[in-house]
Structures are given as structure tokens and as C-alpha cells.
């Protein structure tokens, strides 16, 4: 099946510090990819969309400018966490839309694991 | 995106069949029934989707009720690596068409 890559899938940092987190898909194109958070025993919360080529859609709530995402081509997009604080300690997973499938399955990344120290 | 309601967790003894069951009422007409599952920190797996047809794949059994307000995912001979948390969800298909998450069903495999 499709394959998307998430690097790195952990991380440990200081607090203030910027992190950023890729998300690869690996044998397609994806014009849009979902990030994702999940806190321990909850379900995955949508962060925002990447779109290729153009500015991501924030879900409510979440801040654009605390969450940096870039999709600079049709299979990376990264999600920069700036400034970051024990409270953005989380699981990010990416998600990418395979367009040459069927509906357009949704195939996800391995997950990165954020520890804000 | 429609929403699902899904029982918060069930059990089922290893070899025997896996029925998850998952009501979305309000469905609509264009939307299809996927089911993703993610096995401890990781990410999720997809498992298969439906329109309105019943589908089968290697993984996995989905039964969609004539009428669309429900359905079934059924792992025939379910496996302690078939522990995990399974989601039903709903979407469009468009490109913009997010998956939106709720909180599953548990499934615990037992010996």
C-alpha cells in the first residue's frame, strides 16, 4: 500500500525551542496532507491542512503562527512547532491523500513523538 | 462531515469473528464509510471503505445497512496483533474532504 514517512518520530528539546517535523509520501503525490495531535488516551485532533503550493487551513483553535506548516512539493510538508513548551509535548501524525486511488484513501505517517522538557 | 457513535470498547477471543459496530445517522448521500485502526503509538492504519455496497478485502469485512445509518466491520478470525483502536468515520470525497476523528472502540483480543 501507500507509504507515508514521518522523520523524526521522536524528539526531545528545551522549551523555547522550534522543532520541525517532515512528512513524506514515498511512491505518490499528495497536493494536500492533515496534521494531526494526540494526547495520551485521546483521539486524533485535526491541526490543519496543507495544501501544495499554497498557505495551510488552521482548524479552529489551533495557532498559525505556533504551528508553522510548509508543503513545498507534492510529497513533503513540514510542520514547525515554534517556541515550543511542555504543554506542545504531543504524538503529530501526518496524514497524505493518495489522488490515483479509488475515493482518495487518506494514508498516514508513523507519528513523531514531541517531549518538551 | 457526518458523525459516528461507536461502542468505547469491546472484547473478543482470539480465532473467533470481530463485529464492530458503528451508527452515523446522519450520513449523507455522497458520503462514504471508512474504517482506520491504530494499534498503540502508532499511526493509523487504513482498514477499508464503503459507499453503500458491502465490501471485502484481505484485512477485513464491511456491512453497510441498506439504509446507510450503520455498519459493521468484521474481522473474521481476529488476533492478539488485531488488538487496537478502531474508527469509524464518515467523509466526502472531495480533495479538501478531511477524516475526522472519534473516539473509536478499544478492541482487546484475548487468548
Known amino acids: 500500500g501507500a507509504v507515508v514517512s514521518q522523520h523524526p518520530s521522536w524528539v526531545i528539546c528545551k522549551s523555547g525551542t522550534s522543532v520541525k517535523i517532515e512528512c513524506r509520501s514515498l511512491?505518490?503525490?499528495?497536493?494536500?496532507m492533515f496534521w494531526y495531535r494526540q494526547f495520551p488516551k485521546q483521539s486524533l485532533m485535526l491541526m490543519a491542512t496543507?495544501?501544495?503550493?499554497?498557505?495551510?487551513?488552521?482548524e479552529q483553535g489551533v495557532e498559525k503562527d505556533k504551528f508553522l506548516i510548509n508543503h513545498a512539493s507534492l510529497t513533503l510538508s513540514t510542520l514547525t512547532v515554534t517556541s515550543a513548551h511542555p504543554e506542545d509535548s504531543s504524538f503529530y501524525i501526518c496524514?497524505?491523500?493518495?489522488?490515483?486511488?479509488?475515493?482518495?484513501?487518506?494514508?498516514f505517517g508513523e507519528g513523531s513523538r514531541l517531549t518538551v522538557l | 462531515d457526518a458523525k459516528t457513535t461507536q461502542p468505547p470498547s469491546m472484547d473478543c477471543a482470539e480465532g473467533r469473528a470481530a463485529n464492530l459496530p458503528c451508527n452515523h445517522s446522519?450520513?449523507?448521500?455522497?458520503?462514504?464509510v471508512y474504517w482506520y485502526r491504530q494499534i498503540h503509538s502508532q499511526g493509523p492504519q487504513y482498514i477499508i471503505h464503503?459507499?453503500?455496497n458491502n465490501e471485502t478485502n484481505e484485512m477485513a469485512s464491511l456491512i453497510i445497512t441498506e439504509d446507510r445509518k450503520s455498519s459493521t466491520l468484521i474481522l473474521p478470525h481476529a488476533t492478539l496483533r488485531d488488538t487496537a483502536v478502531y474508527y469509524c468515520?464518515?467523509?466526502?470525497?472531495?480533495?479538501?474532504?478531511?477524516?475526522?476523528f472519534g473516539t473509536g472502540t478499544r478492541l482487546q483480543v484475548t487468548l
Open positions: 468515520i464518515v467523509r466526502g470525497t472531495g480533495t479538501a474532504s478531511k477524516l475526522t
Open positions: 464503503g459507499l453503500k
Open positions: 446522519t450520513i449523507s448521500g455522497n458520503e462514504y
Open positions: 496543507s495544501n501544495e503550493g499554497s498557505k495551510a487551513t488552521y
Open positions: 511512491d505518490f503525490q499528495a497536493t494536500t
Open positions: 496524514s497524505a491523500r493518495d489522488m490515483g486511488r479509488g475515493t482518495g484513501e487518506l494514508f
